[in-house]
T-cell receptor, first 115, second 113 residues
Framework: AQTVTQSQPEMSVQEAETVTLSCTYD???????LFWYKQPPSRQMILVIR??????QNATENRFSVNFQKAAKSFSLKISDSQLGDAAMYFC????????????FGKGTKLTVNP | SQTIHQWPATLVQPVGSPLSLECTVE??????LYWYRQAAGRGLQLLFY??????ISSEVPQNLSASRPQDRQFILSSKKLLLSDSGFYLC????????????FGPGTRLTVT
């Protein structure tokens, strides 16, 4: 069974600083996808970034980047130049190839951005 | 562009009453559709998913059911609500050519009293 673990229930960062959110996962598959989703106070889930396991290069989307360590099964999210609008719950998710079409989510990390 | 709608946004229902939550997707064809529940302070739990009309897979045993009467319509139902059914319900869709990421609707907050 696939599992996703986010060990930091809460994190805080000063505006304009950088913060890293941790995520580890477990799967027996060799080909899979990893995602970070953001859930602001409005509660709508927003896709932040995606990483294909077969790609060695870490994904980057503007101020958001990941550190994907496949051997260690680690997938952390780095937010640079943090903004007040980055305050939200962040969820790490795993999707494996084949089988059922579903994502396994971690329990989330609540990020607070201090002005 | 694709959009996903859910209604109602908020619902308060007494224990034992029926439930019907609706989700519709626009701008795409033959999407995979999903129902999730999020309890307070928790992650998302997949309840049902569908890869086509009339095709429903259930992930957890419960008193909820799902139906997909049309390609882009997904309905979550219950004949008799329990207190434990309270939570935030999210609908999502995905298609194969989008690398399997899922796109979520605005959600429905259900309170069972």
């Amino acid at each position: 069974a696939q599992t996703v673990t986010q060990s930091q229930p809460e994190m805080s960062v000063q505006e304009a600083e950088t913060v890293t959110l941790s995520c580890t996962y477990d799967t027996s598959e060799s080909d899979y996808y990893l995602f970070w989703y953001k859930q602001p106070p409005s509660r709508q889930m927003i896709l932040v970034i995606r990483q294909e396991a077969y790609k060695q290069q870490n994904a980057t989307e503007n101020r958001f980047s990941v550190n994907f360590q496949k051997a260690a099964k680690s997938f952390s999210l780095k937010i640079s130049d943090s903004q007040l609008g980055d305050a939200a719950m962040y969820f790490c998710a795993l999707r494996t190839q084949g089988g059922s079409e579903k994502l396994v989510f971690g329990k989330g990390t609540k990020l607070t951005v201090n002005p | 562009s694709q959009t996903i709608h859910q209604w109602p946004a908020t619902l308060v229902q007494p224990v034992g009453s029926p439930l019907s939550l609706e989700c519709t997707v626009e701008g795409t064809s033959n999407p995979n559709l999903y129902w999730y529940r999020q309890a307070a302070g928790r992650g998302l739990q997949l309840l049902f998913y569908s890869v086509g009309i009339g095709q429903i897979s259930s992930e957890v045993p419960q008193n909820l059911s799902a139906s997909r009467p049309q390609d882009r319509q997904f309905i979550l139902s219950s004949k008799k609500l329990l207190l434990s059914d309270s939570g935030f319900y999210l609908c999502a869709w995905s298609v194969l050519d989008s690398f399997y990421e899922q796109y979520f609707g605005p959600g429905t907050r259900l309170t069972v009293t």
